[in-house]
């Protein structure tokens, strides 16, 4: 059974994102053997007539990532995507592993060992955490980083 995958994206909020940035991405993960639960798509049976469509794609977004197997999170921009930081802080709470991708050169820390903002970390391990963060594409099949390994981990 594949693993899922949960991609925190702020993609889903631009025409020409969605079709030019989220589908590489989404092809790269599947291509690892995960199920990507990617929130834009999962979410689009949400009546946004109703006064509530919020509150019900925040919640399903919520059952998303206390469900998936593990979280990949677009984290560019300086700061990041509110979203997509919400949805990383539940699975960091929630134990889930966590992989962080950003290909944005900007830098967005005050500290000279992280790229981001420390508490993005957290939930990677303390030794070999460059292992679990991605500026490229490319590089989400290589079999020395953790998306791979884990990909294929029973």
């Given at each position: 059974?594949?693993?899922?995958?949960?991609?925190?994206?702020?993609?889903?909020?631009?025409?020409?994102?969605?079709?030019?940035?989220?589908?590489?991405l989404?092809?790269?993960?599947?291509?690892?053997?995960?199920?990507?639960?990617?929130?834009f798509?999962?979410?689009?049976?949400?009546?946004f007539?109703?006064?509530?469509?919020?509150?019900?794609?925040?919640?399903?977004?919520?059952?998303?990532?206390?469900?998936?197997?593990?979280i990949?999170?677009?984290?560019?921009?300086?700061?990041?995507?509110?979203?997509?930081?919400?949805?990383?802080?539940?699975?960091?709470?929630?134990?889930?592993?966590?992989?962080?991708?950003?290909?944005?050169?900007?830098?967005?820390?005050?500290?000279?060992?992280?790229?981001?903002?420390?508490?993005?970390?957290?939930?990677?391990?303390?030794?070999?955490?460059?292992?679990?963060y991605?500026?490229?594409?490319?590089?989400?099949?290589s079999?020395?980083?953790?998306?791979?390994?884990?990909?294929?981990?029973?």
């Amino acid at each position: 059974m594949a693993k899922t995958i949960y991609l925190a994206n702020p993609y889903g909020f631009s025409d020409q994102q969605k079709l030019l940035l989220l589908p590489p991405l989404v092809a790269a993960l599947e291509e690892l053997g995960l199920e990507v639960w990617e929130p834009f798509a999962r979410n689009n049976q949400v009546d946004f007539s109703s006064p509530e469509w919020a509150y019900q794609v925040g919640q399903a977004d919520y059952r998303d990532v206390v469900a998936c197997d593990g979280i990949f999170a677009v984290v560019d921009g300086v700061p990041p995507d509110e979203g997509v930081m919400v949805e990383l802080g539940m699975a960091i709470a929630l134990g889930k592993t966590t992989f962080l991708y950003r290909d944005d050169f900007r830098a967005a820390t005050d500290s000279g060992m992280y790229p981001l903002n420390l508490m993005l970390f957290t939930g990677l391990p303390l030794e070999g955490w460059q292992d679990y963060y991605f500026t490229r594409i490319e590089d989400l099949a290589s079999p020395s980083k953790a998306l791979a390994r884990w990909a294929k981990s029973p």
